[in-house]
């Protein structure tokens, strides 16, 4: 079982950053790798960016390609996701999630442990 907390969020102008971080604790039985996802109101859960154990593999969704950095700390079991030139539209509640077989994915549902969110709003 692993239990997953979020933080960093809050309210930013457009063109600012924020670093977000996920702390994992409890214990998993093998590697797992790292998403993260976000949801604006009224609308669906959509995939930002996902890291595998080791931290040398990355995936971004599009709309966050160029802007958003994901890494890793194992050390700390922790995830990050820097968050640059931020936009309006990156307004969200963000929620980090565990994928038990290490596989990057943007499927929400190959997820196995999620964390409550953390809200980004950024003012224009």
């Known amino acids: 079982q692993v239990q997953l907390v979020e933080s960093g969020g809050g309210l930013v102008q457009a063109g600012g950053s924020l670093r977000l971080s996920c702390a994992a604790s409890?214990?998993?039985?093998?590697?797992?790798?790292t998403g993260w996802f976000r949801q604006a109101p009224e609308k669906e859960r959509e995939f930002v960016a996902a890291?595998?154990?080791?931290?040398?593999?990355?995936y971004y969704a599009d709309s966050v390609n160029g802007r958003f950095t994901i890494s890793r700390d194992n050390a700390k079991n922790t995830v990050f996701l820097q968050m640059n030139s931020l936009k309006p539209e990156d307004t969200a509640d963000y929620y980090c999630?565990?994928?038990?077989?290490?596989?990057?994915?943007?499927?929400?549902?190959?997820?196995?442990?999620w964390g409550q969110g953390t809200q980004v709003t950024v003012s224009s």
């Open positions: 999630a565990a994928e038990r077989n290490n596989g990057l994915t943007s499927s929400s549902r190959f997820y196995d442990y």
């Open positions: 890291i595998n154990w080791s931290g040398g593999m990355t």
């Open positions: 409890g214990r998993s039985s093998s590697p797992y790798a």
